[in-house]
Each structure stands twice: as structure tokens, then as C-alpha cells.
């Protein structure tokens, strides 16, 4: 029988396998076989991309992340042969954040921001249904949510910047594995802080941030001063 660890860990272990670890591998070894530096790029690059492409297959639905990752490989691949230098296929990597960053932060202007979004994935209907009495209900509630979408887009255009920094100035065999890393950091600061102030919203309101009560906690109804919200 599988843990109640297992899936998760394995969900998490499978996207970093295949956009960290493997593309890693295959470029240094591709580099210590004196391939050109854009080819090993190319060709570590494909294996996320080439992912997506079974992976929508698979789903017969293409995901919006999946399409930009095939489309920003092929972009920076074409424009890599044209001039030659490396360095473009590099600052594929920048892209996908700014353009995760500019999304995330557009959320902003939408009906529910990213980070309601994303609590659907955690929640099921009941929750669901509570998660949104208590977002018409609690401006507190929508101010957090809020709040957590801009760290999170920003962190997203952060890393973006400093992805295009380092495409654009450090040794082209560094930065893959640089930027990678880096990514890596700044999602586990964002899951940090975001478990604080999950907890801290908790602490205050007797609400979940995400719309999910821990067990024998009150629903959002019954907790004072809610009521009729």
C-alpha cells in the first residue's frame, strides 16, 4: 500500500526529474563529449519540452504551461541557428518566468487572483463552496490572497531578471545549473513564506488562506462575528 507521503513525494520528485535533473545531465555530458555549447543546450532543453508534447498527447488537452514551454524552445532554437550564439537559448529560461510573473500578476484584475486559483487544486466542493462565502464575506481574506499573488508574481519576475542577468554576463557551461538552483531557492522561499502566513491567517481568523480547515475546525459560518457573511 502507498504512504500517504508517497504520492505527493513522487508528484514533486517527477517535474524536477525532468526539468532539472535530466536537462542537467544531459548537457554537461553532452559538453564533456565536446559538443557545442547550443547544441547540448538544444538538446538538454528538448526533454522538458518533448515531456509536454507526450504529456498533452497522453491528456489529448494541452496545457497553457506546456504550449510555453514547446513555444519558447522553438523560438530560442530558431533564433539560436540564425545568430549562432548560444547565449539566446539561454535566456529561454528568463522567459518562462516573465511570462509566468506578467500572468500571475494579471490575475489581479481578474474575478479571483492566482492564488484563489490555486487553492482549488487543494480544495474539494464543500471547501469550495465555503472558500467562496468566505471571499465575498472577508476582505481580509481577499487582501491575503491578493497579497500572495503579487509575492508570487513578483518572485516570478525576480527570477527572470536575474535569469537574464546571468544568460547575458556569466560563462555560458555556468548558468544552467546556476539558474536552475536559483529557481529551486527562490520557489522553496515562496512555499516558506507562504505557510507562514497560511498559518499566521489561521491563527487570527480561524479561516484556511486556501479555504481548507484542518480537521474539527468550525466552518466559516459558525465562527463569531461571520455568521450571515
Known amino acids: 500500500m502507498e504512504s500517504r507521503g508517497a504520492r505527493p513525494a513522487r508528484a514533486l520528485l517527477a517535474p524536477l526529474t525532468i526539468s532539472v535533473a535530466l536537462p542537467l545531465a544531459v548537457y554537461y555530458a553532452l559538453r564533456a563529449q565536446g559538443i557545442a555549447q547550443w547544441q547540448a543546450l538544444l538538446l538538454s532543453s528538448a526533454i522538458p519540452a518533448a515531456h509536454a508534447l507526450v504529456t498533452a498527447l497522453v491528456r489529448r488537452r494541452a496545457e497553457v504551461f506546456d504550449l510555453l514551454i514547446v513555444a519558447l524552445l522553438a523560438v530560442s532554437a530558431v533564433t539560436s541557428l ?49 472558500a467562496e462565502r468566505v471571499w465575498d464575506g472577508m476582505p481580509e481574506f481577499r487582501a ?86
Not at 105 to 125: E, K, S
Not at 176 to 181: E, S
Not at 209 to 227: C, K, W
Open 82 to 130: 540564425i545568430s549562432g550564439s548560444p547565449r539566446v537559448l539561454l535566456l529561454k529560461d528568463a522567459g518562462l518566468p516573465a511570462v509566468l510573473g506578467v500572468w500571475i500578476l494579471g490575475t489581479l484584475f481578474a474575478a479571483r487572483p492566482f492564488a484563489f486559483q490555486f487553492g482549488r487544486r487543494l480544495r474539494d466542493p464543500a471547501a469550495e463552496e465555503e
Open 144 to 229: 491575503a490572497l491578493r497579497g500572495l499573488t503579487m509575492l508570487w508574481g513578483g518572485v516570478e519576475l525576480l527570477d527572470a531578471a536575474l535569469s537574464t542577468v546571468e544568460a547575458l554576463s556569466l560563462p555560458v557551461d555556468v548558468v544552467p545549473v546556476l539558474g536552475r538552483f536559483q529557481s529551486i531557492a527562490l520557489i522553496a522561499l515562496l512555499v516558506v513564506v507562504t505557510i507562514r502566513r497560511s498559518r499566521g491567517f489561521q491563527t487570527r481568523h480561524g479561516v484556511g488562506l486556501f479555504g481548507v480547515r484542518p480537521a474539527g475546525a468550525p466552518a466559516a459560518e459558525e465562527i463569531p462575528g461571520r455568521a450571515g457573511a
